[in-house]
């Protein structure tokens, strides 16, 4: 889509295509198009998905965070012995969908129910303190604007607080 600018300069700048037109009215038809192209192409947005990156960043972010998972004393016992590839796998999905990229979560695994998937899990104060920890080095390793980084992180706050369900000791 070309700025209003350039499609004003086009369509109304002086030029032998300007002398096709017959009317000021049709000067006018053509100006309110461009401003129409113009308003469309602001409102289109996009995605964080998109402005952070993409599909790349956040399967840097799961493995660099999983890495750290399977490094960690509170946090590794909470995960089956085996590769933890498919939470990374799982977690990585979670959050392309979550912020604006592919749906494949949600097709393969349903709605989030974020709270619900971990209600099995012992979730204090100090396993949210691990959680924040590993992902807050995942979120510095990302290569990004500050800006973007600074709201996901702000997500992964709210979002570990929600799903403590157990009283500290």
């Known amino acids: 889509v070309l700025p209003l600018q350039h499609l004003v300069q086009l369509y109304c700048a002086p030029s032998s295509e300007t002398t096709r037109l017959r009317s000021i009215s049709q000067v006018h038809s053509v100006s309110l198009l461009a401003t129409s192209c113009y308003k469309l192409a602001m409102t289109e947005e996009i995605s964080f998905y998109e402005r952070i990156g993409g599909h790349q ?4 972010l799961a493995s660099h965070f999983y890495a750290l ?7 590794r016992p909470m995960y089956p012995k085996e590769d933890l590839g498919a939470a990374a796998r799982r977690l990585m999905l ?11 979560y949600g097709e393969e695994r349903g709605h989030p129910r974020l709270r619900m998937r971990h209600v099995d899990f012992h979730i204090d104060s100090a396993a949210w ?3 924040l920890r590993c992902m807050k080095s995942a979120v510095d390793e990302i290569e990004a604007e500050q800006a973007l980084k600074d709201e996901l992180w702000s997500y992964f706050e709210g ?3 929600f799903l403590v369900n157990q009283a500290d000791k």
């Open 129 to 131: 303190d691990a959680w």
């Open 94 to 104: 979670f959050l392309e969908q979550y912020w604006g990229g592919p749906k494949t």
């Open 57 to 60: 960043v956040f399967e840097n």
């Open 69 to 75: 998972v399977t490094q960690d004393s509170i946090l």
């Open 159 to 161: 979002a570990a607080q």
